[in-house]
C-alpha cells in the first residue's frame, strides 16, 4: 500500500514539476499553456485518487473521487485542446469538438456527485476504488472519444507533415497513448476486476516521455532545466523516494517509528540534497558543452537574443553580431556576389530548388564545394519572403565554418532554418527602414527649405495681425470706458429707485394708521348701539292618524304676546280638538306645549 501511495505522489509531484518548468519557460506562449493545463489536471486526478485510496470509510472515498473539479473529467479535453494546437489546426468543427469536450466534462464533474455515477465503493488491498454507475458508463465512453480525437489529431498530422514536423510529435503521439492505454488499465477494478493498477508505473513513464517531448519541441528551456532549483527539488525528491523504498523494505510498521523516521530522513535527504544538486549542476552544464560542443551556449542566445534582433530590426547589424558573433553570420543583400566565380543569379536559379547550400552536402568536386572552402564558409541559407504568391529572396544568410562545430544537431540547424524565415522579414524591414530613412531625409532637406520661405511670409502675416489685435484692443478700451458710464448711470437710478420707493412707504404707514383709526371708531359705535331683544319661536304641528307635521311657525317675544295674538286664536279652535300641536320655544331654547 506505501509503495503504491509512493507512486502515486511521484505522479502528482512530476505533473507540478512539468506545469511549473513549461510556463517559466514561456508563460505567453498558448502551446505552453495548454500543455501546463493538461498537466495540471493529471495532478490533480493523483491527488483525487490518493485521498480516494486512503479513505477511512466507502462514502468518503465517493466524496474525494468527485470532489475535485480539475483533474480526470478535464483529462481528455485537455489533450485533444494541446493536440490541436500543437498541429495547428483551428477549423469550425474542431473548436466544436474541443468547447464540447470542456462542457461534457463540466457537466459529468456536477453529475458525479449523484448516486447514478457511483454506487458504492470496494476496498481492495491497494485501497477504496469506487464503483462506477450508468453515468460513469457514459463519462468513460466520453473520455475515449476525446482522447482518441487527440491521438487521430497528431498521428494523422504526423504522417501527412515533413521530417521536422514529425520529430515533433512522434514523441507525443507515443506518450499520449502510453497515458490512454495504462489510465483504461487503471479502471478495471471501478467494475469488479481485482487487479493490482500497476499501470500507475506506465503513466508516470507517459509523463516523463511527455516531458522529454515538451524539451524536444522548445517548451522547456535548457537552461531552467539544469538551473539550481530544479535540480535540487528533483534530487530530494529522488532521495526521499529511495528513502521511503528503503523503509517499505524494512517493514517497519509501527506508527510513532514511522513519523520520527520519515520526519528525520525528509530533513537528512534534504541536506544531501543541497550537496548533491550544487555539484550535479555544474557537472551537467560542462557535460553539456562537452557532448554538445558550444550547442548549449548556441541555444541560449538563440532563445535569449534572437528575439531582441526581431523586435529592433533599426540596428539590425549590431544586434546579428551580439547574436551570433562578429564573423561567424553575415547577412548580404541578393544583388551582392555570394560567392567569388558564382553569380547572384547563379545562386539565386540554386535556390528554387533547395532550401540551403551546406557544404557537407555538395560533392567533393563541385564548383560550389571548392567556392565555399575558399571563402571559409560553412552554409548559405536564402532569406525568402511571399510577395503576391511568389517566392522573392531579399538576402543570404552566410554561416562561417565555425558554425559547424556549434551546430552539432541536425535539429539545431533545422531550428536555425526555420528561424530564416522570420529572419528574412526582419532584414527586408531593415532595408526598407534605411530606404525609407533616406528618403525622409531628403524629405526633410526640401520640408527646411519651405520652412524657410513660410517663415519669410509668415513675418508679414504676423504684422498685420499685430496691428489687428491694436485695434482691437483699443475696440475693447472704448467699450470699458462705455460700460462704466453705463454702470454709473444704473447706479443713479437703482438710487432714485429707492428713494421713490421710501415715500411709498411712508405713504402707506400713513394710511394704514388712518384706517386703523377708523375701525377703532366704528367698534366703539357698533358698541354703543341697544342689545337686540330675544324672540321665542312658534312651531304648530298638525296631528293626523299618530303622525305630526309641522304647518305653520311664527316669532313671539313671550307666551304673553302670542296669547293676544290672531295667530293662536286662528288655531285655538282646532287645539281643542287635539287635531293640532302648539310648541314654543322660549329664547333660551326650552320649549314648552300650549294647551
Not at 514539476?17 to 498558448?30: C, E, G, V
Not at 465517493?62 to 494546437?85: H, Q, T, Y
Not at 524494512?250 to 506508527?255: H, V
Amino acid at each position: 500500500m506505501l509503495f503504491y501511495n509512493i507512486q502515486i505522489i511521484a505522479k502528482i509531484l512530476l505533473g507540478f514539476l512539468l506545469a511549473i518548468l513549461i510556463l517559466k519557460t514561456d508563460f505567453y506562449k498558448k502551446l505552453n499553456r495548454k500543455f501546463a493545463f493538461l498537466a495540471i489536471n493529471i495532478s490533480f486526478f493523483g491527488i483525487a485518487i490518493y485521498l480516494t485510496r486512503n479513505a477511512e470509510s466507502p462514502e468518503r472515498a465517493i466524496f474525494w473521487a468527485s470532489f475535485f473539479p480539475l483533474g480526470i473529467r478535464l483529462i481528455a479535453p485537455a489533450f485533444l485542446d494541446f493536440c490541436l494546437e500543437l498541429v495547428k489546426l483551428d477549423t469550425r468543427g474542431w473548436r466544436i469538438a474541443k468547447y464540447s469536450g470542456y462542457i461534457s466534462g463540466i457537466i459529468f464533474y456536477f453529475l458525479s456527485h449523484s448516486k447514478f455515477f457511483y454506487k458504492g465503493a470496494t476496498y481492495y488491498s491497494f485501497g477504496y476504488y469506487t464503483q462506477g454507475g450508468i453515468l460513469h458508463i457514459l463519462w468513460y465512453w466520453s473520455l475515449l472519444l476525446f482522447a482518441s480525437l487527440g491521438c487521430y489529431v497528431i498521428i494523422k498530422s504526423h504522417f501527412k507533415a515533413d521530417n521536422f514536423l514529425k520529430h515533433k510529435t512522434k514523441y507525443f503521439i507515443f506518450g499520449g497513448v502510453m497515458f490512454l492505454i495504462f489510465a483504461c488499465f487503471n479502471t478495471l477494478p471501478m467494475y469488479g476486476f481485482n487487479i493490482y493498477p500497476l499501470g500507475i508505473l506506465g503513466e508516470i513513464l507517459a509523463i516523463v516521455i511527455g516531458a522529454y517531448a515538451a524539451f524536444e519541441n522548445k517548451l522547456i528551456d535548457i537552461n531552467i532545466l539544469v538551473s539550481k532549483t530544479v535540480l535540487l527539488f528533483v534530487t530530494h525528491l529522488i532521495l526521499f523516494i529511495m528513502f521511503l523504498y528503503l523503509v517499505i523494505m524494512l517493514n517497519i510498521d509501527k506508527k510513532e517509528h514511522l513519523f520520527f523516521i520519515l520526519s528525520a530522513g525528509a530533513i537528512t535527504m534534504l541536506g544531501i540534497s543541497v550537496y548533491v544538486s550544487e555539484k550535479s549542476h555544474s557537472y551537467i552544464s560542462k557535460r553539456l558543452e562537452r557532448i554538445l560542443p558550444n550547442t548549449y551556449s548556441f541555444r541560449k542566445q538563440l532563445s535569449r537574443k534572437f528575439e531582441v534582433l526581431l523586435k529592433n530590426f533599426e540596428n539590425f547589424d549590431q544586434n546579428l553580431k551580439d547574436t551570433f558573433g562578429s564573423n561567424e553570420v553575415k547577412v548580404i543583400p541578393p544583388h551582392f556576389p555570394v560567392l567569388r566565380g558564382v553569380s547572384s543569379f547563379d545562386a539565386e536559379g540554386l535556390f528554387q530548388k533547395k532550401d540551403s547550400l551546406v557544404i557537407d552536402d555538395l560533392k567533393s568536386n563541385s564548383n560550389l564545394k571548392l567556392a565555399m572552402e575558399r571563402e571559409n564558409i560553412y552554409a548559405i541559407l536564402p532569406l525568402q519572403i511571399f510577395n503576391m504568391d511568389k517566392v522573392m529572396i531579399v538576402g543570404f544568410l552566410i554561416l562561417d565554418s565555425s558554425m559547424r562545430n556549434k551546430i552539432y544537431m541536425k535539429e539545431d540547424f533545422e531550428l536555425l532554418k526555420m528561424m530564416t524565415y522570420t529572419l528574412a522579414t526582419v532584414w527586408y524591414l531593415h532595408r526598407l527602414f534605411q530606404k525609407y530613412i533616406n528618403e525622409l531625409k531628403e524629405e526633410n532637406e526640401k520640408l527646411r527649405q519651405s520652412i524657410k520661405d513660410e517663415y519669410r511670409k509668415s513675418n508679414k502675416i504676423v504684422s498685420e495681425f499685430n496691428g489687428v489685435i491694436e485695434n482691437y484692443e483699443r475696440m475693447i478700451n472704448d467699450e470699458k470706458k462705455q460700460k462704466e458710464i453705463l454702470q454709473i448711470e444704473l447706479r443713479n437710478n437703482i438710487v432714485r429707485e429707492i428713494l421713490r420707493t421710501n415715500e411709498l412707504l411712508k405713504r402707506c404707514r400713513e394710511l394704514s394708521e388712518k384706517l386703523q383709526d377708523y375701525e377703532n371708531e366704528m367698534k366703539e359705535k357698533i358698541m354703543k348701539k341697544p342689545p337686540i331683544e330675544k324672540t321665542g319661536l312658534v312651531q304648530v304641528f298638525a296631528i293626523e292618524h299618530g303622525k305630526r307635521e309641522m304647518i305653520d311657525q311664527q316669532e313671539f317675544s313671550s307666551i304673553e304676546e302670542l296669547e293676544n295674538s290672531d295667530f293662536f286664536h286662528f288655531y285655538l279652535p282646532d287645539l281643542n280638538s287635539d287635531s293640532i300641536e302648539i310648541i314654543y320655544i322660549d329664547p333660551e331654547g326650552n320649549k314648552h306645549k300650549i294647551t
